[in-house]
């Protein structure tokens, strides 16, 4: 584990800032990038097309490899659209998952094990319908089968994913910008860090809460930040504000993309957890790591919630969090861009 830690760092430390392994890499992320520009072509071009539903698409994705805060975006949308008379779905890979046959269906409480912990969590935070399969025109195809009601589809990471067609376009990124500004393996993206200019809007995650909003360009901008709400005892399901934790021996734990993120978030509300276990992300608790911990309470998040209701620990709580933007025009802004698509 040690070792492995050790590795994780020195790579994310060569993908923020460079370095002689980044450099070294660099002819393979030459090679990646010419693939990336290819298979954009083809659609570009019209040698390939993407499958056009019948009701708006909107991605939310990202271009930096790993978690950047893009769940709770797509939770605060699915939620923002119901409040404005809008019936919306989702869609997603369902990672960690294997799905061999059709794309599964499903609304409410879904197993993590059956459609992934991220479609899960969204399912039950918004009860928007969610279909999962690694092509996510045939999981939009099938959601849209199971329910024709739905008339905008909001599709969780794909950003990359051309084969479905899509309307808006938005990018959630985190403080960590554009790292090293390479492609992997030598750096941190999925795409040149160019493709932000032509996306409909960037969301940066500032995590520490409110602060300025980043540089305009050519995509609208806004900062979101994760703001601590209660948490719930996954065993009973009782709800406690964090402020009722003062005092107590609390420790935390992360399987996401960046735990420190999430560690920073209890921070925020004034706890201080200690230890605190990063856990990889999508970890998939076939075992309770959380034995060996000597606290009060744990802290874990919504997202590794979905897969611990099992453990009988009465330590176990999961922290909810709200995302909050820096101006309170970003749903209003996506829904003025809905209405003014051209029916189809």
Known sequence: MKIRDFLHRQVQRQWRQGGWLSTLLRPLSALAGLAVRRKRQAYLDGRKTGWRAPV????????????TGKTPVVVAILQGLRARGYTPGMVSRGYGVRIEGPPR???????????????????????????????????????????????????????????????IEIVVQDERGIGNGRLLPAGPLREPASRLAEVDAVITNLNTGPGRVPQEGPARQWAMWLEPQEARRLCDGQQRPL??????????????????????????????????????????????????????????????????????????????????????????????????????
Request: glycine fraction near 8%.
């Open 56 to 67: 708006p698409v909107v991605v939310v994705g990202n271009i930096y490899v790993g978690g």
């Open 105 to 167: 269906v499903g609304q409410g409480a879904l197993a993590a094990a059956d459609f992934g912990d991220e479609p899960a969590l969204i399912a039950a935070a918004t009860g928007a319908a969610v279909a999962v399969h690694p092509r996510r025109a045939e999981a939009a195809q099938a959601l849209l089968a199971a329910h024709p009601e739905i008339d905008v589809i909001v599709a969780d990471d794909g950003l990359q994913h051309l084969a479905l067609a899509r309307d």
């Open 243 to 344: 402020s009722a934790f003062a005092g107590q021996r609390v420790a935390a734990a992360a399987g996401i993309g960046n735990p420190g993120r999430f560690f920073r978030t209890l921070e925020s509300a004034g706890l201080v957890p200690t230890p605190r276990l990063a856990l990889p992300d999508h970890y998939d608790y076939a075992h309770s790591p959380f034995a060996g911990l000597s606290a009060d309470a744990i802290f874990i998040t919504a997202k590794d919630a979905v897969k611990c209701a099992g453990f009988d620990d009465p330590r176990l709580w999961s922290v909810q969090v709200r995302a909050r933007f820096s101006a309170p025009d970003f749903l209003d802004w996506l829904d003025s861009r809905l209405r003014a698509l051209a029916p189809r």
